[in-house]
């Protein structure tokens, strides 16, 4: 298949918007059930004050660690809140985070690879080394050490989740652009006088459109799994507020008598692990011109 | 002799950038777990330091070299990492090297058990997936794997800890027994810990090796091989698992730095006392030397057994050596 990345990309849109929501659905099954999985969660964090039935952050004394009942569907915890409540409320900044953490390392891996592609050299060199020196990392570990370096607070667990998933973009896209830098119409923007931020930001950016959206999927769901991690570990984001990794974390202890007071935000971080997972996997279906034509002979 | 010559400068050209990455690493480790942080010597003083006389404090940061400029420190540091010397822990009466010596064969046995458990059950559902390409074998392992590489650790160590030590108490919830005190008994404590650890790599090899066996099975050599009468089993395994056994080595190297970090918190879950919970606990409790030093001789080990990986997987398959180089 040499069909040139742009007028694929044109390619399947066209089809596709023809096609209605059914064969949509029916072409792209990961990316629907992706998307379908993650919008159930994002709905079930955002209607959380109408869902709970009760405020995550009240303490009441005389309900410590109650099983779970019709009244407390997950039970109470140490100091007598609502577990389902706290775990409806958790999802917000677990998944503010990891959003927040997938955008920003994808955003400064798109530049460092930018700017390592386009100069070649001791600019190249530096920034290349210094990717995979962070690389040679094992992720959590990094977190870990910068985490604990800059102190709990969201910024810190913000900063230690990110820096670990810039390399990987940024390595993705110097190696994009070196190999559109041989292609015709960059060395004909280049001929005809276009500066080399323009033909970045015009002509190579673009291009990458597809490699860029399946990373962003992909390192937010990296950046839930570290983050719970770190709150497994005991270096989450710092309490009352709840959080998916907190929760699982606090509950573990009373797994035996409780265990849906773990399961259950366990489980959720699974499913959102699993949303970002399938949409990846979807997105580079969905723009891979290969799939397309596999669908089109089978239909 | 040519192509001994060319092994030799690939193994010295991936020596030499992972001389450069092992450099870089130990500053970052030594800059990140030294320089940003709070003081120190409040940790030494166990939060105490009102009851310290200022002359006291200048004491302590003069010997532990805080008075130094930023790379003065770092070569005091690296020269002693060098030297076997790794310091004292801020908390215990104890050396860390000491405590690492103790932590380090559990993890190292927890990851190479994990690994095994992965290889094993990676590449035998990879090859499943494509040899029966597009079929309803293909689809069960490829939605089997999505789901192995997305349950996150934690996750499926607390599910496995209340099914098969609670419900169904087959296996201890947690614990450690020394192999060579009773061989039986750690694999037995193991268990768990391992399958724990290993369940993402199992996800992420078999989609590797069935994408990568797929790809050669396209091939036309593979074509001809069938055409001239051979057996299935000798086109799918013998040539194909064969061209495909470096990359899969390449990508197990790969994918050790996220297995031992992934031992962090398996470690935690199971109260196994390695590396992993040596590292947590120094984190909570601010332990200066034994974080810097753990989190450097992971990261270094991590990478020059990835270099030799590397080497290795130059050695089976002459193709690699030719993208690497």
Request: net charge positive; glycine share 8%.
């Given at each position: 298949?040499?069909?040139p990345r742009t007028?694929?990309?044109?390619?399947?849109?066209v089809?596709?918007?023809?096609r209605?929501?059914?064969?949509?659905?029916?072409?792209?099954?990961?990316?629907t059930?992706?998307?379908?999985?993650?919008?159930?969660?994002?709905?079930?964090?955002?209607?959380?004050?109408?869902?709970?039935?009760?405020?995550?952050?009240?303490?009441n004394?005389n309900?410590t660690?109650?099983?779970?009942?019709?009244e407390?569907?997950?039970?109470?915890?140490?100091?007598?809140?609502?577990v389902?409540?706290?775990?409806?409320y958790?999802?917000?900044?677990?998944l503010?985070?990891?959003?927040?953490s997938?955008?920003?390392?994808?955003?400064?891996?798109v530049?460092?690879?930018?700017?390592?592609?386009?100069?070649?050299g001791?600019?190249?060199?530096?920034?290349?080394?210094?990717?995979?020196?962070v690389?040679a990392?094992?992720?959590?570990?990094l977190?870990?050490a910068i985490s604990?370096a800059?102190?709990s607070?969201?910024?810190s667990?913000l900063?230690?989740?990110?820096?670990?998933?810039?390399?990987?973009?940024?390595?993705l896209?110097?190696?994009?652009?070196?190999a559109?830098?041989n292609?015709?119409?960059?060395?004909?923007a280049?001929?005809?006088?276009a500066?080399?931020?323009?033909?970045?930001?015009?002509?190579?950016?673009?291009?990458?459109?597809?490699i860029?959206?399946?990373?962003?999927a992909?390192?937010?769901?990296?950046?839930i799994?570290?983050?719970?991690?770190?709150?497994f570990?005991?270096?989450?984001l710092?309490?009352?507020a709840?959080?998916w990794?907190?929760?699982?974390?606090?509950?573990y202890?009373?797994?035996?008598?409780?265990?849906?007071?773990?399961?259950?935000?366990?489980?959720l971080?699974?499913?959102?692990?699993?949303?970002?997972?399938l949409?990846?996997d979807?997105?580079?279906?969905y723009?891979?011109?290969?799939t397309?034509?596999?669908?089109?002979?089978?239909? | 002799?040519?192509v001994?010559?060319?092994?030799?400068?690939?193994?010295?050209?991936?020596?030499?950038?992972?001389?450069?990455?092992v450099?870089?690493v130990s500053v970052?480790t030594?800059?990140?777990?030294?320089?940003?942080l709070?003081?120190?010597?409040?940790?030494i003083?166990?939060?105490?330091?009102?009851g310290?006389?200022?002359e006291?404090?200048?004491?302590?940061?003069?010997?532990l070299?805080?008075?130094?400029?930023?790379?003065?420190?770092?070569?005091l540091?690296?020269?002693g990492v060098?030297?076997?010397?790794?310091?004292?822990?801020?908390?215990?009466?104890?050396?860390?090297?000491?405590?690492?010596?103790?932590?380090?064969p559990v993890?190292?046995?927890?990851?190479l058990?994990?690994?095994?458990?992965?290889?094993?059950?990676g590449?035998?559902?990879?090859?499943?997936?494509?040899?029966?390409?597009n079929?309803?074998?293909?689809t069960?392992?490829?939605?089997?794997?999505v789901?192995?590489?997305?349950v996150p650790?934690f996750?499926?160590?607390?599910l496995?800890v209340?099914?098969?030590?609670?419900?169904?108490?087959?296996?201890?919830?947690?614990?450690?027994v020394?192999?060579?005190?009773?061989?039986?008994?750690?694999?037995y404590?193991?268990?768990?810990?391992?399958?724990?650890?290993?369940?993402?790599?199992i996800g992420n090899?078999?989609?590797?090796?069935?994408?990568?066996?797929?790809r050669?099975?396209?091939?036309?050599?593979?074509?001809?091989?069938?055409?001239?009468?051979?057996?299935?089993?000798t086109?799918?395994?013998?040539?194909?698992?064969?061209s495909?056994a470096?990359?899969?080595?390449?990508?197990?190297?790969?994918?050790?730095?996220?297995?031992v970090?992934?031992?962090v918190?398996t470690?935690a879950?199971?109260?196994?006392p390695?590396?992993?919970?040596?590292?947590?606990?120094?984190?909570?409790?601010?332990?200066l030397?034994?974080?810097?030093?753990?989190?450097l001789?992971?990261?270094?080990?991590?990478?020059?057994?990835?270099?030799?990986?590397d080497?290795?997987?130059?050695?089976?398959?002459?193709?690699l050596?030719?993208?690497?180089?």
């Amino acid at each position: 298949m040499t069909i040139p990345r742009t007028s694929a990309f044109l390619a399947i849109k066209v089809p596709v918007s023809k096609r209605g929501v059914l064969d949509f659905v029916w072409a792209y099954p990961r990316l629907t059930c992706g998307t379908a999985l993650l919008a159930l969660l994002v709905l079930m964090s955002v209607l959380a004050p109408v869902l709970a039935p009760y405020d995550p952050l009240q303490n009441n004394p005389n309900a410590t660690l109650l099983p779970p009942s019709g009244e407390h569907w997950l039970g109470t915890d140490l100091l007598g809140r609502d577990v389902w409540s706290r775990v409806l409320y958790g999802g917000k900044d677990t998944l503010y985070i990891a959003v927040l953490s997938g955008v920003s390392a994808t955003v400064i891996g798109v530049i460092l690879g930018l700017i390592a592609g386009q100069r070649p050299g001791a600019v190249d060199t530096v920034i290349m080394r210094a990717m995979e020196s962070v690389l040679a990392f094992p992720s959590l570990i990094l977190a870990l050490a910068i985490s604990f370096a800059l102190g709990s607070s969201f910024t810190s667990i913000l900063i230690a989740v990110t820096v670990s998933s810039i390399p990987r973009t940024a390595m993705l896209v110097r190696g994009e652009v070196r190999a559109l830098a041989n292609r015709k119409f960059v060395d004909s923007a280049r001929v005809s006088g276009a500066s080399s931020t323009r033909i970045m930001m015009r002509h190579e950016l673009p291009n990458m459109t597809e490699i860029i959206t399946v990373q962003v999927a992909l390192d937010t769901g990296q950046a839930i799994f570290i983050s719970a991690s770190l709150a497994f570990l005991g270096l989450g984001l710092p309490p009352p507020a709840p959080n998916w990794g907190g929760l699982l974390k606090d509950g573990y202890v009373f797994l035996a008598n409780a265990p849906l007071q773990c399961l259950a935000p366990g489980a959720l971080i699974f499913l959102a692990l699993l949303a970002f997972n399938l949409i990846g996997d979807g997105l580079r279906d969905y723009f891979d011109p290969r799939t397309l034509s596999r669908q089109r002979i089978r239909r | 002799m040519e192509v001994q010559a060319e092994m030799i400068t690939f193994t010295l050209r991936r020596l030499l950038s992972t001389v450069v990455v092992v450099f870089l690493v130990s500053v970052i480790t030594f800059y990140v777990t030294r320089v940003v942080l709070p003081d120190p010597v409040s940790t030494i003083l166990g939060g105490q330091e009102s009851g310290a006389s200022a002359e006291q404090i200048a004491q302590i940061r003069q010997s532990l070299f805080l008075d130094r400029p930023f790379p003065v420190q770092y070569w005091l540091w690296i020269t002693g990492v060098l030297t076997g010397n790794l310091g004292r822990s801020y908390l215990r009466p104890q050396d860390v090297s000491e405590m690492i010596g103790a932590a380090l064969p559990v993890t190292f046995e927890l990851t190479l058990l994990a690994l095994l458990i992965a290889v094993f059950f990676g590449v035998a559902l990879g090859m499943v997936g494509a040899a029966r390409h597009n079929r309803p074998a293909d689809t069960i392992t490829s939605g089997a794997s999505v789901l192995m590489l997305s349950v996150p650790n934690f996750f499926l160590g607390v599910l496995l800890v209340y099914l098969f030590a609670m419900i169904v108490p087959l296996f201890p919830s947690g614990g450690y027994v020394p192999f060579f005190q009773n061989p039986v008994q750690n694999l037995y404590y193991m268990v768990l810990p391992a399958v724990t650890l290993a369940m993402g790599y199992i996800g992420n090899l078999a989609r590797f090796t069935r994408s990568i066996l797929l790809r050669v099975y396209s091939e036309e050599y593979i074509t001809r091989a069938t055409a001239s009468g051979l057996s299935r089993r000798t086109v799918l395994f013998g040539y194909g698992l064969h061209s495909a056994a470096g990359s899969i080595l390449v990508a197990v190297g790969l994918n050790l730095a996220s297995l031992v970090g992934g031992a962090v918190v398996t470690e935690a879950i199971f109260s196994v006392p390695g590396v992993g919970t040596l590292l947590a606990n120094s984190i909570l409790g601010s332990d200066l030397p034994v974080i810097s030093a753990l989190v450097l001789l992971v990261t270094v080990g991590v990478t020059l057994i990835t270099w030799v990986v590397d080497v290795l997987g130059g050695i089976i398959d002459p193709r690699l050596r030719a993208v690497k180089a």
